[in-house]
């Protein structure tokens, strides 16, 4: 078969460059490998060979490396493979571009090959909820951020939907050439900003993934997501009556009350949003009602997203170490009448101000960790996350304790991953003191 017929490369390509070797990539070379052994291909990654292994079961099959740099010279290809996780302002990008050689993405090509429905889900908060949320309400796994990467669509047997979470980095790149069958867009606020240029870029990179023919399921509380709407969207909201939307308590479709809050495991008004996306794509496509009530109430909370994780001291415990950024910090406050608020992470350059506002309202206490601290001065501020939880549970009430960071984690951590489980370890620890000490 044909290089074009078997990977959805154009036609003509004999040699392949990866830029970057993280998970995607791999799953990127034994894509290639196994479907088109004889394509040249090569690695080029900025972090030094030993953060690797796998590299040797590579090169005997004549994959070549290039590790702590990369230069044009070994890049330059019939195709560049680019990884969202480089900036388009990366020098290297800024060559290849210069040079006119032919660049992509692993969703370029698996929107090619893909054999049924596409359900793409972005935004700034929330996409992994709503992907994963989707993936259990049709009862695979989600690709992309979450799940499967996207090449390793095959492994889902016999599947006629597939359901995606996208960045604003994979749709910035992609050429998008084949559209999805329904393009989700849950929310869009300040973010970002260290891998695009400005605002404007990066609400144009959310938007390509909205230019088709196919469903838009929209945001009707949201300006820019509703700012796209055309003859084939269809709104949620949990502010207003709409094609899917909260009143009182409970979850209404076409009109009807579907579920009531209570029978959710998920809290909050941005999750009660975050449930309507999903449900109006899923019912949009021939998902039925009842299915789609039985899937809800059997649906848990993902990791690191307003996470229950303990009850310590009378303190119930939530873990929202994603919640990255000032708005999705803001949600997780607002789940809550009053909560104690462990705040901070690393400077982002974004604006606080919004965010301070609301601690102040809906805070009885705010502790600061991280390179942004400071820039709490209603917070009690200390060094270490230990120090904050065991101030938390200290405090005199049975209020909510909410880590709701409101930046990125990598002042102090490897990840929001590592944060979450640090948090989670430390109340769980809490619990083990208090039922020692009883």
């Known amino acids: 078969m044909s290089i074009r017929s ?56 004549g994959v070549q490396f290039e590790f702590g740099q990369q230069s044009l010279g070994f890049i330059k290809a019939d195709f560049v493979m680019v990884s969202p996780g480089i900036p388009p302002h990366a020098p290297i990008i800024q060559q290849l571009r210069e040079s006119g050689v032919n660049m992509g993405t692993d969703l370029d090509l698996f929107m090619q090959l893909v054999p049924g429905k596409v359900l793409a889900v972005t935004g700034t908060n929330g996409k992994t909820t709503t992907a994963s949320l989707l993936a259990h309400l049709f009862d695979t796994q989600a690709l992309g951020n979450i799940g499967l990467p996207l090449l390793e669509f095959a492994k889902l047997e016999n599947q006629e939907i597939f359901v995606l979470e996208l960045s604003s980095a994979q749709i910035f790149y992609s050429q998008l050439l084949k559209p999805v069958d329904c393009s989700i867009y849950l929310n869009f606020s300040d973010d970002h900003l260290d891998w695009h240029k400005d605002l404007d870029e990066y609400r144009e990179a959310k938007a390509r993934l909205f230019k088709h023919d196919g469903l838009l399921v929209l945001n009707q509380d949201d ?84 996470e229950y994780i303990a009850t310590v001291n009378g303190h119930k415990c939530y873990n929202d170490s994603k919640a990255t950024n000032p708005d999705s910090a803001i949600r997780a406050l607002e789940a809550f009448d009053r909560s104690i608020a462990i705040v901070g992470g690393k400077n982002k350059n974004l604006d606080l101000s919004e965010f301070i506002k609301v601690l102040e309202q809906k805070a009885e206490r705010v502790i600061a960790i991280g390179e942004i601290k400071a820039q709490f001065s209603i917070a009690k501020q200390v060094e270490t996350l230990e120090q904050a939880v065991e101030l938390a549970i200290s405090h005199d009430s049975n209020l909510p304790i909410v880590l709701a960071p409101a930046s990125s984690s990598f002042d102090m951590f490897s990840s929001y991953q590592e944060r979450g489980d640090e948090f989670k370890r430390l109340v769980y620890n809490g619990v083990s003191a208090s039922c020692s000490s009883n």
């Not at 700012?227 to 502010?239: D, G, H, I, Q, R």
């Open 223 to 306: 300006a820019t997501c509703k700012s796209l709407a055309s003859a084939n969207s269809k709104f949620f909201s949990t502010e207003a009556v709409t094609d899917a939307y909260y009143k009182d308590g409970a979850l209404y479709l076409a009109g009807s009350e579907l579920i009531s809050c209570d029978d959710l495991k998920l809290v909050g008004k941005h999750n009660y949003s975050n449930i309507l996306a999903a449900v109006l794509a899923a019912s949009n496509s021939r998902l039925d009602r009842e299915t789609i009530k039985t899937r809800l109430q059997s649906f848990e909370p993902v990791p690191h997203r307003l």
């Open 6 to 61: 078997v990977t959805g490369l154009p036609p003509g390509v004999n040699k392949v460059t990866v830029l970057g070797y993280g998970i995607s990539a791999r799953s990127t070379i034994d894509f290639f490998l196994a479907n088109e052994p004889e394509l040249q291909l090569r690695v080029s990654e900025l972090k030094p060979r030993e953060n690797f292994d796998g590299i040797e079961a590579y090169e005997a099959q």
